[in-house]
């Protein structure tokens, strides 16, 4: 599985020119296909859900054509689509299939329409049930109630009223009401209970008037399209910035200092997300927004819990979930149910991962409350959910953690990391690297103690791997055994002292048998791996300072400052010996340079993160220095890279 490791972060400010907004992007391909005439799409989002669009489109016939930059020509088909045959598979996005279900059921040809597994478990019944009512033919090919569909000709019934449940998904609604002008009739959609998730539908009569068609409503009960409504085309429509998208890099400035400003979305937006910004500004933040434009930074006195009915921002509200994490008091968020039938059980993954991070989370069946606590690093599962990468990208702010599937952000942000490393400062780490008994450990350790920063000896993660596995009975060479003491290792990191499984080991991994066996585990991929997490766990505020022999090229390759301390073998022995004599350890100066050399050669020669000078690494040879030189230069180059 992939992942990625974020550092804890310091600071967030900048600004972000947001992707294209997921729904207006799909409900403008769908409607500019349908339209008269070509539309020209500007800014549209690129992502997996508009992709899986523009296939679909493509495969009806409809002319598709990309221009520079995100834009598209979409030469529409006046309501009837040339292929009237034909099989769509539209992955797990949403905002595909439920419009063009509902399109392709009133369009007059024979359609089947497939997606992931996960999008077969998400109800689509109500939506069937509103096109049967219009006289649509559709059929379920697996369960009732669920995708995938075989759509026939519908026979339209003639100044028809549909009844559609408003409580299940609202883009039940807006692909009724996008399909509606299609039956060429009077059609009037009635609906029955409280209408959740509004300000989507509110986009969706926008675009629909965008491209001529005027819905008439009474309220949020009744919706009527007049006879002979047809679709035309605007020319150039313009896609405004994703306001989901925004609440992450809002949430940012709150939690990060700020100001953080996004531009694509603001007032003048159609989008009922950018309403997220005063929910922020209930948690305390301080908001500006200009028409489209939106900026957040941290209040002094620091962020707030709030109780909040998050019914009109369902998609937004999950930022909150993990801002709450860095608010006073307990958070909650009601009225979300329909969390439970999106990407993933939102309500059930947020609860889940929270928990993973020392958060204290109680959910109910349309609600979670969440009440921060110590976090402390862990690995977060996304459950092919964009939205749970993001949300959880936040915490960073108060622990390293590891984000599992991280690409999963491609369904609305493919460069969403990127742009969250764009705006946000993580505590620099200054790596060193270099043969053994060069100083490393030495120099490290005081240049945190004057920096202020934490160190991290990861040699010693080595040593106690060894250690453990030769108090289990395990062979050094099992690669597959130390690997799992490597990753299973009760390990406690004092002022002085180590404490393996509860006890201090003291000099036990001191000696010249547990160099040799570290070395000889450390060349094993999986035990690597296995400790690749735990080290990167220690680059936290206000910063690390780490010694070993892959710091910098692999466990921190972002490392502000790398540097590569060597000696020659002679002196190095020499130190070694004094410092095992110093311990009461023996010690034979020859063997010990001969060992020295064969474990040089074997550091340097295995085929993971093998000893070496990074190209990006400064060079330190200690021969000659004593031990206050080799500080002052490393202290000299950190504040230099760490201005
Ligand atoms: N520049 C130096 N000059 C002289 N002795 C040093 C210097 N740097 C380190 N030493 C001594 O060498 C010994 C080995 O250093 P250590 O930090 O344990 O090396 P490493 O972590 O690279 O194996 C220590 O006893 C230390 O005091
Ligand atoms: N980041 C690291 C740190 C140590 N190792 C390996 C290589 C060394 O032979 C052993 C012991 O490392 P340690 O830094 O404690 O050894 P020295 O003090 O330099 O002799 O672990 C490694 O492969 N990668």
Same mark, same amino acid.
């Given at each position: 599985?992939?992942?990625?490791?974020?550092?804890?972060?310091?600071?967030?400010?900048?600004?972000?020119?947001?992707?294209?907004?997921?729904?207006?992007?799909?409900?403008?391909?769908?409607?500019?296909?349908?339209?008269?005439?070509?539309?020209?799409?500007?800014?549209?989002?690129?992502?997996?859900?508009?992709?899986?669009?523009?296939?679909?489109?493509?495969?009806?016939?409809?002319?598709?054509?990309?221009?520079?930059?995100?834009?598209?020509?979409?030469?529409?088909?006046?309501?009837?689509?040339?292929?009237?045959?034909?099989?769509?598979?539209?992955?797990?996005?949403?905002?595909?299939?439920?419009?063009?279900?509902?399109?392709?059921?009133?369009?007059?040809?024979?359609?089947?329409?497939?997606?992931?597994?996960?999008?077969?478990?998400?109800? #689509?019944?109500?939506?069937?049930?509103?096109?049967?009512?219009?006289?649509?033919?559709? $059929?379920?090919?697996?369960?009732?109630?669920?995708?995938?569909?075989?759509?026939?000709?519908? $026979?339209?019934?003639?100044?028809?009223?549909?009844?559609?449940?408003?409580?299940?998904?609202?883009?039940?609604?807006?692909?009724?009401?996008?399909?509606?002008?299609?039956?060429?009739?009077?059609?009037?959609?009635?609906?029955?209970?409280?209408?959740?998730?509004?300000?989507?539908?509110?986009?969706?009569?926008?675009?629909?008037?965008?491209?001529?068609?005027?819905?008439?409503?009474?309220?949020?009960?009744?919706?009527?399209?007049?006879?002979?409504?047809?679709?035309?085309?605007?020319?150039?429509?313009?896609?405004?910035?994703?306001? &989901? &998208?925004?609440?992450?890099?809002?949430?940012?400035?709150?939690?990060?200092?700020?100001?953080?400003?996004?531009?694509?979305?603001?007032?003048?937006?159609?989008?009922?997300?950018?309403?997220?910004?005063?929910?922020?500004?209930?948690?305390?933040?301080?908001?500006?927004?200009?028409?489209?434009?939106?900026?957040?930074?941290?209040?002094?006195?620091?962020?707030?819990?709030?109780?909040?009915?998050? @019914?009109?921002?369902?998609?937004?509200?999950? $930022?909150?979930?993990?801002?709450?994490?860095?608010?006073?008091?307990?958070?909650?968020?009601? @009225? #979300?149910?329909?969390?439970?039938?999106?990407?993933?059980?939102?309500?059930?993954?947020?609860?889940?991962?929270?928990?993973?991070?020392?958060?204290?989370?109680?959910?109910?069946?349309?609600?979670?409350?969440?009440?921060?606590?110590?976090?402390?690093?862990?690995?977060?599962?996304?459950?092919?959910?964009?939205?749970?990468?993001?949300?959880?990208?936040?915490?960073?702010?108060?622990?390293?953690?590891?984000?599992?599937?991280?690409?999963?952000?491609?369904?609305?942000?493919?460069?969403?990391?990127?742009?969250?490393?764009?705006?946000?400062?993580?505590?620099?780490?200054?790596?060193?690297?270099?043969?053994?008994?060069?100083?490393?450990?030495?120099?490290?350790?005081?240049?945190?103690?004057?920096?202020?920063?934490?160190?991290?000896?990861?040699?010693?993660?080595?040593?106690?791997?060894?250690?453990?596995?030769?108090?289990?009975?395990?062979?050094?060479?099992?690669?597959?055994?130390?690997?799992?003491?490597?990753?299973?290792?009760?390990?406690?990191?004092?002022?002085?002292?180590?404490?393996?499984?509860?006890?201090?080991?003291?000099?036990?991994?001191?000696?010249?048998?547990?160099?040799?066996?570290?070395?000889?585990?450390?060349?094993?991929?999986?035990?690597?791996?296995?400790?690749?997490?735990?080290?990167?766990?220690?680059?936290?505020?206000?910063?690390?300072?780490?010694?070993?022999?892959?710091?910098?090229?692999?466990?921190?390759?972002?490392?502000?400052?790398?540097?590569?301390?060597?000696?020659?073998?002679?002196?190095?022995?020499?130190?070694?010996?004094?410092?095992? #004599?110093?311990?009461?350890?023996?010690? @034979?100066?020859?063997?010990?340079?001969?060992?020295?050399?064969?474990?040089?050669?074997?550091?340097?020669?295995?085929?993971?993160?093998?000893?070496?000078?990074?190209?990006?690494?400064?060079?330190?040879?200690?021969?000659?220095?004593?031990?206050?030189?080799?500080?002052?230069?490393?202290?000299?180059? &950190?504040?230099?890279?760490?201005?």
């Amino acid at each position: 599985m992939e992942f990625l490791d974020l550092s804890q972060q310091i600071s967030a400010g900048g600004t972000v020119r947001l992707p294209g907004s997921k729904s207006i992007s799909n409900r403008v391909l769908l409607l500019a296909a349908l339209a008269e005439g070509e539309t020209e799409v500007r800014d549209l989002l690129a992502s997996d859900d508009t992709e899986r669009m523009l296939d679909a489109l493509k495969t009806l016939g409809v002319g598709v054509d990309a221009l520079a930059g995100e834009s598209w020509r979409i030469k529409g088909c006046g309501g009837r689509f040339p292929v009237r045959q034909a099989e769509l598979f539209l992955g797990n996005a949403g905002t595909a299939f439920r419009p063009l279900t509902a399109a392709l059921a009133l369009a007059g040809g024979d359609y089947v329409l497939r997606g992931v597994a996960r999008m077969h478990e998400r109800p #689509i019944g109500d939506l069937v049930d509103g096109l049967r009512q219009l006289g649509g033919n559709v $059929t379920y090919l697996a369960n009732d109630g669920f995708p995938p569909l075989h759509l026939k000709p519908a $026979t339209i019934r003639a100044g028809g009223t549909v009844q559609v449940r408003g409580d299940v998904s609202s883009q039940f609604l807006t692909g009724l009401l996008m399909a509606l002008p299609l039956t060429g009739e009077t059609a009037t959609v009635d609906v029955i209970g409280e209408l959740i998730s509004k300000p989507y539908i509110e986009i969706t009569l926008a675009i629909m008037a965008r491209f001529g068609v005027q819905v008439q409503r009474e309220g949020w009960q009744r919706f009527t399209v007049p006879a002979g409504s047809r679709y035309v085309s605007p020319g150039t429509v313009y896609v405004e910035g994703d306001a &989901s &998208s925004a609440s992450y890099f809002l949430a940012l400035g709150a939690i990060g200092g700020g100001p953080v400003r996004v531009e694509g979305v603001g007032r003048d937006s159609i989008q009922g997300d950018v309403r997220f910004a005063e929910a922020l500004a209930q948690m305390g933040a301080e908001i500006e927004m200009g028409p489209n434009w939106m900026a957040a930074r941290a209040p002094k006195s620091g962020l707030v819990a709030v109780d909040l009915d998050c @019914n009109h921002i369902p998609d937004a509200a999950m $930022t909150l979930a993990t801002t709450a994490l860095f608010a006073k008091g307990t958070t909650t968020l009601r @009225n #979300i149910a329909s969390w439970r039938v999106k990407e993933t059980d939102r309500i059930a993954a947020m609860a889940t991962e929270l928990r993973k991070l020392g958060a204290v989370v109680e959910e109910g069946e349309d609600f979670i409350r969440v009440t921060p606590a110590d976090l402390k690093p862990a690995a977060i599962d996304t459950y092919d959910d964009h939205r749970m990468a993001m949300c959880f990208s936040l915490v960073a702010f108060g622990t390293p953690l590891r984000i599992n599937d991280p690409k999963c952000v491609a369904k609305t942000f493919p460069d969403y990391f990127e742009r969250f490393a764009g705006v946000t400062q993580a505590a620099p780490v200054v790596a060193i690297d270099g043969p053994s008994a060069s100083g490393k450990g030495t120099v490290a350790a005081r240049v945190a103690a004057a920096l202020g920063f934490a160190y991290l000896d990861s040699g010693a993660l080595y040593r106690l791997t060894a250690l453990a596995a030769q108090r289990a009975g395990v062979d050094w060479a099992d690669e597959e055994r130390v690997a799992a003491i490597a990753a299973a290792l009760d390990v406690e990191f004092l002022e002085n002292e180590i404490r393996l499984d509860g006890q201090l080991v003291g000099d036990a991994i001191r000696t010249e048998a547990m160099s040799a066996g570290a070395s000889k585990v450390a060349a094993l991929p999986a035990v690597r791996e296995a400790l690749l997490f735990r080290q990167r766990a220690f680059n936290t505020k206000p910063g690390l300072v780490g010694d070993g022999r892959d710091m910098g090229s692999v466990i921190f390759p972002h490392a502000p400052l790398k540097v590569f301390l060597t000696a020659s073998a002679e002196v190095r022995a020499e130190r070694r010996y004094k410092q095992l #004599i110093e311990k009461g350890l023996s010690a @034979n100066l020859t063997d010990l340079l001969l060992d020295l050399q064969q474990r040089d050669e074997r550091d340097s020669q295995r085929s993971v993160a093998p000893l070496r000078q990074e190209r990006d690494a400064k060079l330190l040879d200690t021969t000659g220095l004593t031990i206050e030189q080799a500080v002052d230069q490393v202290l000299v180059w &950190s504040r230099e890279a760490l201005k």
